[in-house]
């Protein structure tokens, strides 16, 4: 690594006092505040937007917070409390939105990891036309989860959506209702979910890919490795940092679902759809229970928490033996 | 994005003009000042002429007109400032689901309309919220009384014996069906009870239509289930309890799973599904609102619209009201007040236009002009027969969580009618209770 110096005034004056002495490094002449000024135009922003919500999002969820009402009474812990008595009345649903955004996140995730791998193994070898089947590939991220959802919940309709039609045509059943009984609805929001975001892991796993030095792949052939073993031995830990990457922003990703089935099935049938962001939405944007809504986002919050610790944990580095 | 520029430009030159006229009059002693024009701050004021001699003033005007009504509107706005120089109107179109979200938020953080259009049942709610103001003194400005308006939708528009809402139509379920099936089973005309409900569905069967009446799990589901579950003598809201769940609610409910049991629906019908398979044609009959019409229109599909066939025993239907309301911050500045009761008042004379958008004006005395030959005349003759839901606030977002949910999973056949209904029920009236508590607080 090479460090580039950077002259300050009295650096000269300096240098002459002492006369020839190995030069120091620049930012330890500056004053400790050189490195808060270059943070300060990112640590505005980030403590605008990030810190002082979660500050007043904290605050929030100790009261009843209806923001139209001019009483706002301190509650202390009540809403968490709420939160983990059976008998309350956000319990239930609150319990069934965390379980559904479960299903969810299970569901997608191991496809959203795997699918996209294979797409960028394929798309990484040349082939004609192989620009065309990227774009093919990462064209439905483009669209907006309103179009994604409408064109969806038009094809899937089990009545008068193509899906059915097609399947039937194929001597297959034709009476699933995708969008209206689970499993199938889960089905049908994973799946869109894989086919909508799919090309934006691939995009990074193809980056990746192209990352992983030619030299690794000539030495391996030369040790006599096949196919499978250049890609368990090479490829593989040569993806290592970014699949740490791609599996925390899928997770989180996936844990946020919202769009889907809000628009798609209306978190229907019954609530079995209706995803924990769903829910906070519903009880702070309608209900005006923003106190409530808040307690709800830092349960979930916590349970991302605790997810990302496991999933670093999963990918630590070994100490090879 | 619906752009004003081009108009608004216009109006505020030729506004200009007038408003310095006004104030060389008013100068000369014999005009009136804005003040006595708009008379005092809270609606209080003397003598409402029916003319704003003010300065130009910008109405915003915020409303969820964004269907096929929506150009009707815009129309009508377009007309009133060609009518009107000095004021100009600023309208922002909204969904109606993000509207009353935003709404609250935007009047709370001082940034909302000055006058707007929303639902009879959410008038208490944001009554209850302070995001709109009473209308009593307006109403009395503008010489609105009962007699121009069936007893049920002005009555609707007061919450805590004050008036929020000034009526600006009336919306209903209805009866749409598709006249060549009904030609080819040899149906002459439509159904009104349930025994020629029924005999229409089997001839309609018998002539091929083999699934001719589509049941919704969602909307409009509830609202169907709400017109039955009058029809059958229930109510759906007491004061302080929900009472949706009953005997006459179950046995609604029930015919309604049943459409679906008896062959004459296909299951798990997905929201939206049943008025696009009646708009192509694969379904003869759907009960769905009449602000449907200019898009049936549109499609040129050979349609024709009845009220509501009564199943049970008492003639009633769902329906809802569009009714303008008026936020502080309109009451709170004496030329807005002032403008925006001439904008109300304007609207409201002019609600004949107002059919044209497929919705039936509130006002009697204009029903006459604007209905004539239109789609929804004949549910015109019926608006005593409607029945809204009860001014208690709140109950929108409890319907959505519970009666809907309940309708849906019944429909669906997830559910048996009465065991849904009863959770339905419970959950709705702890949610009551929730909300009068917050409000009386």
Not at chain 2, 214 to 232: E, I, V
Request: hydrophobic fraction near 45%; aromatic fraction near 12%; include cysteine.
């Amino acid at each position: 690594m090479t460090t580039t110096r950077v002259a300050a005034p009295g650096d000269t004056a300096d240098a002459l006092q002492h006369g020839r002495r190995a030069p120091r490094r620049g930012v330890a002449k500056h004053g400790k505040a050189t490195p808060w000024f270059f943070l300060a135009p990112y640590l505005l922003l980030f403590g605008t937007f990030v810190i002082a919500p979660v500050v007043l999002g904290a605050w929030i969820s100790l009261h009843r917070w209806d923001y139209t009402l001019p009483g706002k009474p301190f509650v202390g812990l009540e809403n968490y409390a709420a939160l983990f008595d059976p008998g309350s009345i956000p319990f239930e649903d609150f319990w069934n939105s965390m379980r559904a955004t479960a299903i969810f996140t299970v569901g997608s995730v191991p496809l959203l990891l795997v699918l996209p791998l294979v797409v960028a193994l394929v798309m990484n070898t040349k082939f004609p036309g192989r620009n065309l089947f990227r774009a093919v590939y990462f064209a439905p991220y483009v669209l907006g989860v309103a179009v994604v959802a409408v064109l969806w919940r038009y094809l899937l309709d089990n009545n008068i959506g193509l899906v059915n039609y097609y399947l039937g045509r194929l001597g297959l059943p034709d009476d699933t209702a995708w969008t209206t009984s689970t499993p199938a609805a889960w089905i049908a929001l994973v799946g869109v979910t894989v086919w909508w975001t799919l090309g934006y892991n691939a995009v990074i796993y193809l980056a990746a890919l192209q990352d992983i030095p030619r030299e690794l792949y000539e030495a391996a052939r030369v040790d006599g490795a096949n196919a499978w073993q250049q890609f368990r031995h090479v490829t593989v830990p040569g993806l290592r940092p970014v699949l740490v990457f791609i599996t925390m922003i899928t997770i989180i990703a996936s844990a946020n679902m919202f769009g889907q089935s809000y628009l798609i099935t209306q978190g229907g049938p019954g609530r079995e759809t209706r995803t924990a962001i769903y829910q906070i939405a519903e009880v702070g944007l309608r209900q005006y229970q923003m106190g409530s809504a808040a307690a709800m986002s830092y349960v979930l919050t916590a349970a991302l928490m605790v997810l990302s610790v496991i999933v670093f944990w999963l990918f630590r580095e070994r100490k090879s033996s | 994005m619906r752009t004003t520029t081009p108009t608004r430009r216009r109006r505020l030159g030729a506004g200009a003009l007038t408003a310095s006229a006004a104030l060389v009059l008013a100068a000369c002693g014999g005009g009136m000042t804005p003040e006595d024009a708009a008379g005092g701050g809270d609606g209080e004021s003397a003598e409402f002429t029916g003319e704003y001699t003010g300065p130009d003033i910008e109405l915003s005007y915020w409303n969820g007109f964004t269907g096929g009504d929506g150009p009707f509107m815009q129309e009508m706005v377009d007309q009133f400032m060609a009518e009107h120089d000095n004021i100009t109107i600023v309208p922002n179109t909204i969904q109606w689901a993000d509207f009353y979200q935003r709404v609250p938020a935007a009047v709370n953080a001082g940034e909302g309309p000055d006058v707007g259009v929303m639902h009879l049942d959410q008038l208490a709610t944001n009554a209850a919220r302070n995001v709109i103001v009473p209308l009593d003194a307006v109403a009395e400005q503008l010489e609105l009384t009962e007699d121009d308006f069936s007893e049920e939708v002005w009555q609707a528009g007061i919450y805590d014996d004050q008036r929020y809402g000034i009526p600006l139509d009336v919306h209903s379920l209805a009866m749409f069906y598709n006249t060549e099936h009904f030609a080819a089973a040899g149906i002459t005309e439509p159904p009104t009870d349930g025994e020629s409900f029924m005999a229409a569905l089997d001839a309609l069967q018998a002539a091929g239509y083999e699934q001719p009446f589509w049941m919704p799990a969602r909307w409009p589901g509830h609202l169907m289930f709400l017109t039955l579950l009058q029809q059958n003598g229930g109510g759906a809201y007491g004061e302080e309890e929900a009472t949706f769940g009953g005997a006459e609610g179950v046995e609604a409910l029930e015919w309604m799973r049943g459409m679906v049991d008896e062959g004459y629906s296909p299951s798990d019908v997905a929201q939206d599904s049943q008025y696009v398979a009646f708009k192509n044609g694969e379904t003869s009959i759907t009960w769905d609102g009449i602000w449907q019409i200019n898009d049936l229109e549109e499609s040129g599909m050979p349609y024709a619209l009845a009220p509501v066939p009564t199943i049970f025993d008492e003639e009633a239907f769902w329906a809802n009201s569009h009714q303008f309301f008026m936020t502080k911050q309109a009451t709170q500045d004496e030329d807005k007040l002032a403008a925006s009761q001439v904008f109300l008042a304007w609207m409201s004379e002019h609600s004949a236009d107002w059919a044209g958008a497929g919705m039936i004006p509130a006002r009697e005395s204009v029903q006459e002009e604007g209905l004539a030959g239109t789609a929804q005349e004949p549910i015109a003759a019926l608006l005593d027969k409607v029945r809204f839901l009860p001014a208690i606030p709140g109950l929108g977002q409890v319907t959505t969580e519970t009666m809907e949910q309940a309708v849906a999973d019944a429909v669906l056949g997830q559910a048996e009618a009465g065991a849904a209904l009863e959770q339905g029920q419970s959950q709705a009236t702890e949610l009551m209770a929730e909300n009068a508590e917050s409000f009386g607080g």
